[in-house]
């Protein structure tokens, strides 16, 4: 019977495990095809950009877009991969041995991003030389997710690259590894400025007559100007600004301070690049982290709490285990509410835990002994049960393990700022019409710009329609 009740508790864990498993592949799949999806609407915009500003900012969309894509997939690949080797391994109902012991998750914030510049004295103090422009931006990579800063435009004015963004990660372990990579473009490049409809019009000018051309080309760069182009074509080959990867680096926990510090940053962009730029070699930065055990409650309930060496009765309280302390309340609703607590015991890495009996045969207890100086201070604590007892067992256990692995980061809660909505790009805010004519396909379907041609009724003759048509096909 024993067995039968072992094997039924196997496949409900199994299955259980299958669920959660198959919950999470679903979400990231759903975050998969949203990519797929903006990567499509930005290939679009990009074929229909006039302007430098939109054509960058559509083209770091394609970036990130694919960069995200790829990560997703490993991901997937990564779980499959890890749902096969769990099927082979050991059951579910097996023991677990410390080893098998995680850490808690928590969360990562960079900000104060400043990248320092290093000039040539020719290029800087005496300001010869022409004047040229890149945009640059960050792409930051903890594990599968994938997160940019706003896109700064840089010449040699500027002693630093400067990000304003502050950039969350809600979901890490203490053996993260954030990638930072820094992308450039050179804004004077003739790629920046060549759209789809300045193309077109050369097109067009070229193949009508002269007089005919000239007022249809007029017309295109009038509305392309105005940033309301009423010709909208993709193109088989995005065209546009292209970003290269000028320098990285990888900050895990041991780069985690309450404060700016400097870092190093690998350079890979040559001075024969077009976007090539005078880094200095090295990121400042605030890189923080939260984990779970320092702001969430671990364990609580009601406990008879004793100080040592002193003649004085079981004192009642309600305890609760959050940080690195456990404090105790007079009663549970002064814990929700933030309540002026009794004591306080400070748990740190030093902190000795035991367990004993108060006389033979009765309730276990739990002896947490701390050193303040010379002085040995023991409480011992008992509950009203033995399995709330081990709660708090394995509570401060798991405190123990995850202050060993997040280290520092455990000493004191370290302040993150919630990151503020980004707003839109100024150069794109100005020009938001081409957004809003663009036609972008629905989930599924196969059309787009592509069977939606924007032409206004009057203003482009049957002989103009015919030269467009191989557009329209997606030649």
């Known amino acids: 019977m024993q067995d039968r009740l072992r094997i039924l508790e196997d496949l409900n864990m199994l299955y259980i495990r299958q669920m959660a498993l198959s919950l999470e592949d679903t979400e990231l799949q759903r975050k998969l095809d949203h990519e797929i999806r903006m990567r499509d609407g930005a290939c679009k915009l990009l074929a229909a950009c006039s302007q430098r500003e939109q054509a960058l900012e559509a083209t770091k969309s394609l970036l990130v877009c694919n960069s995200r894509i790829l990560s997703y997939m490993g991901e997937l690949q990564r779980r499959k991969e890890a749902q096969v080797l769990g099927k082979r391994g050991r059951r579910p109902s097996d023991s677990c041995s410390p080893a098998d012991r995680t850490a808690c998750r928590g969360r990562v914030c960079i900000s104060d991003l400043r990248i320092p ?165 090295s990121i400042c930065c605030r890189l923080v982290a939260q984990p779970q055990c320092m702001v969430q409650p671990t364990v609580r309930g009601a406990l008879r709490v004793q100080q040592a060496g002193e003649l004085q009765e079981w004192v009642r309280v309600y305890g609760v285990l959050k940080g690195t302390n456990l404090f105790c309340y007079r009663h549970p609703e002064d814990a929700d509410t933030g309540g002026e607590h009794l004591l306080t015991i400070g748990i740190n890495k030093d902190t000795r835990v035991w367990s004993g009996e108060l006389e033979p045969g009765r309730s276990l207890t739990l002896s947490i002994s701390n050193q303040c100086g010379e002085e040995t201070v023991v409480h011992t604590l008992q509950t009203e049960s033995r399995a709330a007892l081990q709660s708090w067992r394995e509570a401060l256990r798991q405190l123990f393990f995850d202050m060993s692995r997040w280290k520092q980061c455990c000493e004191e809660i370290m302040k993150i700022e919630i990151p503020a909505p980004r707003k839109p790009p100024q150069a794109l805010a100005k020009q938001g019409s081409l957004y809003h004519e663009m036609v972008l396909s629905e989930p599924g379907a196969t059309g787009g710009l592509g069977e939606a041609l924007l032409l206004q009724d009057g203003e482009v003759s049957a002989e103009i329609q015919a030269l467009l048509s191989p557009y329209c096909s997606g030649r």
């Open 117 to 281: 510049l290093m000039w040539k004295d020719t290029e800087y103090f005496k300001n010869k030389g022409d004047l040229h422009r890149w945009a640059v931006f960050l792409l930051l990579q903890l594990g599968e997710h994938i997160q940019d800063t706003e896109t700064v435009v840089v010449d040699r004015t500027l002693t630093d690259i400067s990000f304003q963004s502050n950039v969350l990660f809600a979901d890490a372990g203490p053996d993260f590894e954030l990638r930072l990579e820094l992308y450039g473009a050179c804004m004077d490049e003739e790629g920046a400025l060549t759209g789809a409809p300045k193309r077109l019009a050369t097109k067009l000018s070229s193949s009508l007559g002269r007089s005919s051309g000239r007022r249809v080309r007029a017309s295109l760069e009038n509305a392309g100007g105005s940033g309301s182009s009423p010709i909208l074509l993709p193109t088989p080959a995005v065209g546009g600004p292209r970003y290269h990867l000028l320098a990285h680096s990888t900050l895990t926990l041991a780069a985690v301070h309450d404060g700016f510090r400097t870092h190093d940053l690998s350079l890979v962009s040559q001075e024969e690049n077009p976007a090539w730029l005078p880094l200095y070699g």
